[in-house]
């Protein structure tokens, strides 16, 4: 059975493991300083499809396919799994993963979705709800600029604080298991509003959901960021880091010289994307590609992975709305 | 722990209590033959509000706060809580359960969202992930119908098959407990689709994820129709009623003499609805508000509660994409 502890923290009671994990990406990732982490690039984003959503599903069928090969195993024999994206009703995950047949779970946290998908998979499995859960999320430039900002061909000037919506998908499996990497506990969290209304700034959005999670995980663990050999949010861009590690200095907590966003890994200052990558595609593919392999070959003994989400809308935005952020942490680890 | 069993159920270990529970509707709604299973009923479906967003999250704030009130407890009590709903990135969720500040999962489940939640929580509360875990969830026909279809003035003729989206919220919360309802066992649901690619017709769309989620739900608990009151699904309508009884009966599996359908129930024929209702609200009112109570009071013992949801969107639609279909299986008992 789980242990929770404090706020909003579970602690696993079984060693468990991720045992596969697979990250796929398009065309600029694999221009970018993060190109060896994938393991599929796209040449021109479209995926062999006729439409952008359809190639955003097609990403996530290679992505969920590449990790049951490396792990050897068939899609029946998965217990379940979550999935979800930013499209609207979640289309890409339905028609991304509708052909494995796994029964399936839709979750929707924005950006933090791999976050939440790897939470619930964990606590599935140290629970027995399941032997093999997988969790997936996916992002594509092309249909997810198109659904919240500009149609593409518009060509609108990008702010400063915006961020580029990556064209990536990750995708993982949750086993009881011997070998690292291992979840150790996860932190739910809480949704955040600081009144950010400007849909171009999400960082600054986000931000307040990422320390009030990371704030907990250590209140309610009695941790320190000392302990972690890296704390990665996702993705809150230069703008959002900016404001996470102050926020938490204030109250006494320095994560400065540990913190690591995905949103600032995935491109290069050269790939001209202003505050950095966003998108569920992000988080995901740096966790599957950089990040757990490290942990893995023992380069990495333990990380904070929190993804961010910002849960507005089109539709939010035009009545003027603030964004309410969200951030799922879990405790990624080489030992259990 | 939980217990796994077959392809796709978990089975409670501890006993699992709906402890409290709450149902408000719209207008409509409040003018059909449910109207007395309202906990809440608006007088013009604009719950005090601007925008029919608004007025959707605000009725999801009253079904949670009188769900609360029901219990006696305070929202810092919750351990955390599943939501979403059918408005693009779940605004409606988001917006409408903020104040409570809880811990917060989101979830995609379309009209399935409510047996999502339900079991996603009674998974929690039995793994001892969460002491108190809320569900809820949500629906309005103005926030739909215009997302989904046509704009509301434009008053086009609505089809046959076509479902009346409700305006109604479900939120409930799940505790160990030593007092009916029970969870007993849920069955994770796997998405179908037939080919159905008319956004008209979400109850033919819908069947065979109910069908299939029923069968594996007999199958792997090895149990059969005639341990069960009721086998509730939610929301077939009228079309999709008739094709879920006629898969099963191809299988020998006979439920025409204890089948209800949310869908069905919610309106009365005097209230042309065509085929029914639908949207996330309608079976989580009429679990909230129907179900729930009788089996508290104990004139049903054990029903299965089978919402279902089309994983559609309007781009899909509009590409010309069938709509795949989830449904997700909870046994809900007065015994334990």
Same mark, same amino acid.
């Given at each position: ?15 468990? +493991? ?32 006729? !439409?952008?959503? @359809? =190639?955003?599903? =097609?990403?996530? $069928? ?13 899609? #029946?024999?998965? +217990? ?13 995950? !339905? ?19 791999? +976050? ?10 140290? !629970? ?37 919506? /990556?064209?990536?998908? $990750? ?13 150790? =506990? ?20 986000? /931000? ?15 941790? @320190? ?37 995905? #949103?600032?890994?995935?491109?290069? @200052?050269?790939?001209?994307?202003? /505050?950095?990558? +966003? ?9 599957? #590609? ?15 992975? /929190?993804?961010? $989400? ?24 080489? @030992?259990?």
């Amino acid at each position: 059975m789980s242990k929770r502890v404090g706020a909003a923290t579970i602690l696993m009671e079984n060693k468990i +493991s991720v045992t596969s994990f697979s990250a796929v990406g398009g065309k600029k990732e694999g221009e970018g300083p993060m190109r060896d982490c994938f393991d599929y690039i796209d040449s021109d984003d479209r995926f062999g499809q006729n !439409s952008f959503e @359809e =190639a955003e599903s =097609a990403m996530q $069928g290679i992505a969920m396919q590449n990790m049951l090969e490396k792990r050897e195993i068939e899609p #029946g024999e998965l +217990s379940m799994m979550f999935g979800g994206d930013l499209l609207n009703q979640c289309i890409g995950t !339905s028609f991304g993963v509708f052909d494995f047949r796994v029964p399936y779970i839709g979750i929707y946290g924005a950006c933090s979705t791999m +976050s939440e998908g790897l939470m619930l998979a964990a606590m599935s499995v140290d !629970s027995g709800a399941g032997d093999r859960v997988a969790a997936i999320t996916s992002s594509h430039f092309c249909t997810a600029e198109r659904q919240y900002r500009m149609p593409l061909d518009y060509g609108g000037q990008r702010t400063p604080t915006s961020q580029w919506t /990556a064209t990536a998908s $990750g995708a993982l499996l949750v086993e009881r298991g011997q070998k690292p990497p291992y979840v150790r =506990a996860v932190t739910v969290g809480r949704m955040e509003d600081k009144g950010i209304k400007d849909a171009n700034n999400m960082g600054a959005a986000m /931000a307040p959901a990422a320390y009030s999670t990371i704030k907990r995980f250590f209140e309610d663990t009695g941790t @320190e960021p000392g302990q972690f050999d890296r704390i990665v949010t996702g993705d809150l861009g230069s703008v959002g880091s900016r404001i996470l590690c102050e926020l938490l200095h204030r109250d006494g907590i320095e994560i400065y010289d540990r913190h690591l966003d995905c #949103g600032r890994m995935i491109y290069s @200052e050269e790939q001209d994307v202003h /505050a950095g990558g +966003s998108g569920c595609g992000c988080a995901a593919s740096m966790l599957c #590609g950089y990040f757990l392999p490290q942990i893995r070959d023992g380069s990495l003994k333990n990380i904070l992975f /929190a993804a961010t $989400g910002a849960l507005l809308s089109p539709t939010s935005t035009m009545q003027g709305k603030s964004i309410p952020g969200i951030s799922h942490l879990v405790w990624i680890s080489g @030992e259990s």
